[in-house]
């Protein structure tokens, strides 16, 4: 006789497989989609970020772990054709050399080294009035990726311009100063379907990286007329495309590694009675008188600062003082972006974004707000996949040994961001890259 018991495990038990088959796991119905787009052409446009530049300069592992090329892998899956970049060779592999990280001194400050063996540098070209551009191994294969470091929007139609820039040079079939190709030129020349594009960065990013003191911004009016031809003339055989804002170059670690109240805790541990870093800074309601004052935090030291430089006695002419201690010795003006011009940068980078999505949108273009995004890691990091990521310098995960340009796994990131934009707007179901795939930077 079956007791009460014995029913209730056997009805127990039964339940317990119905709910197993009620929580079964649900089968993934992704199904890739070009949607209204084709991607069988694909080209990238843009400047060293578009290149895959990393570490401070151009070689064969990052061209190869570009944004450009992480999107048009995901683009196989619906209809994308073959992806080709102007690599350099293996025995070149080196490119232009970069930086590489390789090791740490007793106070946490990482030590970087010049890569200088197997480069693709083929001679010095001196130019009367501009000075010397490094020539590198030409390329002469099929081009779908047009990143060239350096570029601004403010050079795209301007046609000696492959004779200034020895990136774009190794792209050209001639040799300069022969040169009489624009970029825009040569970027359209041949047929295409689908385009990125992200040129304008180094229209504000020099000025930047130069302290205010080495660069000009580009002319509002000038970008906004630049942008428009270059997308009129991208569109205007029926291609379709994604574009990207430029970021906020003041937020990289390039300007917030090296801090003033950093430094100045530095130098009161020696010396408590120091009591601010002087810089010589941008006076305001002026674009061109400066003047020595007190740092603050919002003054913001580029990553290149020799740090070691501060108290060194120099000559001034109040006689010998400590450097970067005294009014009289303040700080030199290509080591520091005041706030002053912080806010001058942030004001130009603000129009050329409303330019960008407002030529975008008329012509129906998706769009990738890198400003707004890249901002938003700065200021609550990103979880991907259970990688904690940031902003910081070598430890975030995202930004290369330079400060300014990205690691792999930065690009791959970006490159989500750039396919998110495009599955919105073209109703495509192109699938994200494995974050965790690609490496962030490499530690000895």
């Known amino acids: ?64 772990n570009s944004y450009p090329s992480i999107i048009a892998k995901q ?17 070149q592999a080196n490119g232009s050399g ?43 294969g099929d081009i779908n990726n047009y990143g060239v470091p350096g570029i601004k929007l403010f050079h795209i139609t301007y046609a000696p311009y492959g004779n200034l820039n ?33 040129l304008g960065n180094n229209d504000a990013l020099g000025y930047a990286t130069s302290g205010g003191a080495g660069d000009v911004l580009t002319d509002k009016s000038t970008f906004a007329q630049l942008y428009t031809l270059l997308i009129g003339k991208l569109t205007a055989n029926g291609a379709k495309g ?26 009161q541990k020696a010396n408590p009675a120091v009591a601010a870093i002087y810089i010589n800074a941008l006076v305001s309601g002026t674009t061109s008188t400066y003047a020595p004052r007190a740092a603050t935090a919002s003054d913001l030291i580029v990553l290149t600062f020799p740090t070691s430089k501060i ?23 290509q080591y520091v972006l005041d706030a002053n011009e912080v806010a001058i940068t942030l004001d130009y980078v603000n129009n050329y974004n409303t330019t960008i999505k407002s030529v975008a949108a008329s012509k129906g273009l998706a769009v990738f707000d890198a400003f707004a995004f890249l901002n938003g890691i700065k200021q609550h990091g990103l979880l991907i996949n259970g990688l904690s990521l940031s902003s ?35 109703s495509a179901n192109i699938p994200s890259a494995d974050v965790a795939a690609y490496n962030g930077v490499k530690f000895p």
């Open 1 to 64: 006789m079956k007791t009460f018991k014995q029913y209730s495990y056997r009805y127990l038990f039964i339940l317990g497989l119905m709910s197993l088959a009620a929580c079964k796991p649900e089968i993934n119905n992704f199904k890739p989609s070009k949607g209204t787009a084709d991607f069988s052409r694909y080209i990238s446009v843009g400047n060293s970020l578009t290149a895959g530049y990393a570490d401070g300069g151009l070689y064969r592992e990052g061209q190869l």
């Open 75 to 91: 683009m196989l899956t619906v209809g994308g054709g073959q992806f080709n970049q102007p690599l350099f060779t293996e025995a």
């Open 98 to 140: 970069y930086l590489k990280l390789t090791g740490f001194n007793a106070d946490g400050t990482p030590i970087t080294t010049p890569v200088t063996n197997n480069l693709a540098v083929r001679g010095i070209l001196p130019v009367p009035g501009f000075g010397n551009v490094t020539l590198y191994t030409k390329y002469s």
């Open 166 to 198: 020895g990136f774009f040079e190794r792209l050209l079939p001639g040799n300069a100063p022969s040169n009489n190709t624009s970029y825009l030129d040569f970027i359209t020349a041949k047929p295409f379907t689908f385009f990125s594009n992200w």
């Open 242 to 267: 994604v574009v990207a804002t430029i970021p906020d170059v003041t937020s990289v670690p390039y300007f917030t590694t090296i801090t003033v109240p950093a430094i100045l805790a530095g130098v």
């Open 311 to 333: 108290g060194q006695p120099v000559t001034s002419p109040a006689g010998t003082v400590p450097y970067g201690l005294t009014p009289y010795a303040p700080i030199d003006n």
């Open 392 to 426: 910081n310098y070598i430890s975030g995960g995202i930004f290369s040994l330079d400060g300014v340009h990205l690691t792999p796994r930065g690009y791959a990131i970006v490159a989500n961001q750039f396919i998110g934009a495009i599955n919105k707007q073209y």
